[in-house]
């Protein structure tokens, strides 16, 4: 069928690189941010999250940076490996709302 | 280990056909999802439910119903296949509190393929 949407924006980065994706939120209320990792063929998987009195958050190998000011999240992967491959989502929390972000298919060269 | 489980994984089935996509989650969550993603492209939200006897449409129109006769239970019915609903589905639960998600849980999917 014909599909629905727009198509993700890529990512293209070297294996042992770092590699950071950014996610812009609409709703200046929203006071809780997640990023979700989903592998081909696979559902979202949770990866970090950060509440909204947070500017930084730190996972194994993960970063989530948190820029109020101007609605802007980024997850920052260190060292890349190919397992890293995958599209990543952001999600922001309102009251009784969850809107996830378009996604960005991140691919690793080795 | 997967706390949501969606059946079957993957199916391919001919226009016309009746379907149902089945979600079940053992976490007691309130609220469930449907959502439908097509390869390479965006999660759209097509049909959520606040608990048994609950359903609402979502942000993207669907041709599909759902039904929530248990809390645990959340499946997903195309009356009529064609092959415009051909695409993955995908199931989610959170759980809700005072107006506030912990957090979502998804299921792995079903891809389906209407031939």
């Known amino acids: 069928g014909e599909s629905v949407g727009l198509h993700l924006p890529t990512l293209s980065v070297q294996e042992g690189d770092n590699s950071i994706i950014n996610c812009a939120y609409s709703n200046s209320a929203s006071d809780y941010f997640i990023w979700y990792k989903q592998e081909s063929g696979k559902g979202p998987q949770f990866i970090i999250d950060?509440?909204?009195?947070?500017d930084k958050r730190q996972g194994q190998r993960v970063t989530v940076l948190l820029n109020k000011t101007v609605k802007h999240l980024s997850l920052q992967i260190a060292a890349t490996q190919p397992g890293d491959s995958a599209v990543y989502f952001c999600a922001e929390r309102g009251y009784q709302k969850v809107t996830f972000g378009i996604g960005t298919k991140l691919q690793v060269i080795p | 280990e997967a706390d949501i489980y969606q059946t079957p994984r993957y199916l391919v089935i001919g226009t016309g056909k009746k379907i149902t996509l089945e979600c079940s989650q053992t976490m007691g969550h309130d609220k469930m999802y449907w959502y439908q993603q097509d390869p390479g492209m965006e999660l759209h939200l097509i049909h959520y439910?606040?608990?048994?006897?609950?359903?609402e449409k979502g942000d993207l129109s669907s041709e599909s119903t759902v039904s929530r006769i248990r809390t645990e239970h959340f499946p997903l019915t195309l009356e009529s296949a064609r092959p415009s609903h051909t695409s993955q589905y995908l199931c989610?639960?959170?759980?809700?509190?005072?107006?506030?998600?912990?957090?979502?849980?998804f299921g792995s999917g079903t891809r389906l393929t209407v031939v």
């Open positions: 989610a639960s959170s759980e809700w509190r005072g107006g506030t998600s912990y957090g979502y849980t």
């Open positions: 950060i509440r909204s009195n947070m």
């Open positions: 439910s606040y608990g048994v006897n609950s359903t």
